[in-house]
C-alpha cells in the first residue's frame, strides 16, 4: 500500500514553468513504477509521463516530449514533473500514480493500471 500526495501546482503564465512532486508514503514505493496523468474539465483522464521503479527509464505523451521531464528520487520517496513552456491547454488536474506491479520492466500509458493515485493538484495556465 502506497500513499500519494502531489504538491507544486498552480497558476503561471503561458510560457512559463512549473515543478510538480508526488511524495510517497510506505518503504515499497522503491519498487512501484510511478505515473503522471492530468485531467482538463469535461476530458478523459490523459497519460502525461511514466517512469521505472530505477528511474532508468521514462516514457512520455508524444504530444509532451521535449517540454516535460519526469523523475524520482527513491531515497526520499518523491517523484517529480518538471513542466516547461507551458500552454494554455496544459491546464488540468494533475494526479500523480503508482502501478501496483512491483518491479515492473514494462511502463504503462493506461490508467486503469495504475492502482494508486494521489488526489491531484490543479494547474492553470494563462494566456
Known amino acids: 500500500q502506497v500513499q500519494l500526495v502531489e504538491s507544486g501546482g498552480g497558476l503561471v503564465q503561458a510560457g512559463g514553468s512549473l515543478r510538480l512532486s508526488c511524495a510517497a508514503s510506505?518503504?515499497?514505493?522503491?519498487?512501484?513504477?510511478m505515473g503522471w496523468f492530468r485531467q482538463a474539465p469535461g476530458k478523459e483522464r490523459e497519460f502525461v509521463a511514466a517512469?521505472?521503479?530505477?528511474?532508468?527509464?521514462?516514457y512520455y505523451a508524444d504530444s509532451l516530449k521535449g517540454r516535460f521531464t519526469i523523475s524520482r528520487d527513491n531515497a526520499k520517496n518523491t517523484v517529480d514533473l518538471q513542466m516547461n513552456s507551458l500552454k494554455p491547454e496544459d491546464a488540468a488536474v494533475y494526479y500523480c500514480?503508482?502501478?501496483?506491479?512491483?518491479?515492473?520492466?514494462?511502463?504503462?500509458?493506461?490508467?486503469?493500471?495504475?492502482?494508486?493515485w494521489g488526489q491531484g493538484t490543479q494547474v492553470t495556465v494563462s494566456s
Open positions: 510506505g518503504r515499497t514505493f522503491g519498487s512501484y513504477n
Open positions: 517512469i521505472t521503479w530505477t528511474g532508468g527509464r521514462t
Open positions: 500514480a503508482a502501478d501496483p506491479r512491483r518491479f515492473r520492466g514494462t511502463l504503462s500509458y493506461r490508467a486503469g493500471e495504475y492502482g494508486y
